[in-house]
């Protein structure tokens, strides 16, 4: 990959996207993962107004120091950053009290989502004062290999800038644009859960395992002949989870009323 001309290909179509829109700025929520801390960076580089939000519920620490640190780098090097950090602790809370939830795997799941969506919804509040366009942070294989995030939470954006860019191509362009060490290094998590548990772990797949699957099932590398037990394996995942997630990608689906009905 041309890492430096895509940076500067993916920098002019965020601005020209934005000010197509007759749009001000963009705002970015900031997790403490590589894919933000990639996307705000670009943002910045815009020059345009860039809004960076830290919006932690039951945060672990390490994944909010993260985003805090990466946040400080960011306004040190770009003076459009502006940051705001709103604690959602309490409004997630409350919500739990009036659903009063059972302590059931799908629930704890459906809880994790509702985590995404009050992001989404404190992003839209800000992008809506502001006139900014909601920046999505999610890549390649998590949009449309495997569906690895909330329908209507961080999947609810106006723009994805580097959601044409597999997660290995993602942390090219972090080495290139010198993110901090701490979030290069960091097993990627999507931060929604009580405990430490990475993507990986949820998954049940790396995500070099994953861009191997996805490139092979797309036609763009050649099949071996002899599958390991382990590539059979990952190929069942990927399958499973790109069958399963295309009600997130694809159109709403809508009742067209027959015309002899009308």
């Given at each position: 990959m041309r890492t430096n001309q895509v940076i500067d290909f993916i920098t002019q179509w965020m601005k020209d996207y934005t000010l197509?829109?007759?749009?001000?700025?963009?705002?970015?929520?900031?997790?403490?993962?590589i894919d933000s801390a990639v996307t705000s960076t670009l943002a910045a580089k815009t020059g345009l107004p860039t809004l960076v939000i830290d919006m932690p519920i039951h945060q672990k620490k390490d994944q909010q120091s993260r985003g805090l640190e990466h946040i400080t780098w960011l306004k040190s090097k770009f003076d459009n950053v502006?940051?705001?950090s709103l604690d959602l602790t309490s409004t997630?809370?409350?919500?739990?009290?009036?659903?009063?939830?059972?302590?059931?795997?799908?629930?704890?799941?459906?809880l994790a989502n509702t985590r995404a969506r009050l992001r989404m919804a404190a992003l839209y509040y800000y992008a809506g004062i502001h006139h900014y366009l909601v920046t999505?942070?999610?890549?390649?294989?998590?949009?449309?290999?495997?569906?690895?995030?909330?329908k209507y939470g961080d999947g609810g954006v106006d723009i994805s800038p580097i959601a044409d860019l597999m997660?290995?191509?993602v942390y090219e362009i972090a080495k290139e644009l010198n993110i901090i060490s701490s979030i290069q290094q960091a097993k990627p998590t999507d931060g929604l859960w009580e405990d430490n548990r990475t993507d990986e772990d949820q998954i049940g797949a790396s995500y070099d395992e994953l861009e191997w699957a996805m490139n092979l099932l797309l036609g763009s590398q050649k099949k071996p002949t002899d599958l390991t037990e382990r590539q059979k394996e990952v190929l069942a995942i990927f399958q499973r989870l790109n069958?399963?997630?295309?009600?997130?990608?694809?159109?709403?689906?809508?009742?067209?009323?027959p015309k002899e009905l009308r």
């Open positions: 197509s829109a007759r749009q001000k700025g963009l705002v970015i929520g900031i997790s403490g993962g502006e940051s705001l997630f809370d409350e919500f739990v009290k009036v659903v009063e939830p059972e302590n059931q795997e799908q629930t704890l799941l459906s999505g942070t999610g890549n390649k294989i998590e949009d449309f290999g495997v569906g690895f995030f909330t997660k290995s191509e069958k399963a997630m295309q009600h997130k990608v694809n159109p709403i689906p809508v009742a067209k009323i």
